[in-house]
Nanobody
Framework: QVQLVESGGGLVQAGGSLRLSCAAS????????MAWYRQAPGKQRELVAT???????NYKDSVQGRFTMSRDNAKNTGYLQMSSLKAEDTAVYYC??????????????????WGQGTQVTVSS
């Protein structure tokens, strides 16, 4: 199985920066795709950034130019660098990954996994 462990959230003033991490543990062989979502209080979960099948990254319009998604394949870890944060960026941020893992010497998957979420609070 694969577990996604998120870190890096916290409280920051408007205009500040945070970097979220999403580390895949367990017998992960590879991460096929990764995305970041967020959910603000009273709102539905929304897509923030995602990789495409062509290898590019798509961002939600409101974060374009401020957020950067990246990945370290050797560490099976994804990152979301957030800059010029605004109060409306306040939410619980979740990473999502489609990953393959090893079980009894065989590759299993790919399957879909979610991180536990990390709170990002931007004070204005």
């Amino acid at each position: 199985q694969v577990q996604l462990v998120e870190s890096g959230g916290g409280l920051v003033q408007a205009g500040g920066s945070l970097r979220l991490s999403c580390a895949a543990s367990g017998n992960t062989i590879s991460i096929n795709a990764m995305a970041w979502y967020r959910q603000a209080p009273g709102k539905q979960r929304e897509l923030v950034a995602t990789t495409t099948s062509g290898g590019s990254i798509n961002y939600k319009d409101s974060v374009q130019g401020r957020f950067t998604m990246s990945r370290d394949n050797a560490k099976n870890t994804g990152y979301l660098q957030m800059s010029s944060l605004k109060a409306e960026d306040t939410a619980v941020y979740y990473c999502h990954a489609v990953a393959t893992y090893k079980k009894f010497g065989r590759a299993e998957g790919p399957y879909s996994y979610w991180g536990q979420g990390t709170q990002v609070t931007v004070s204005s």
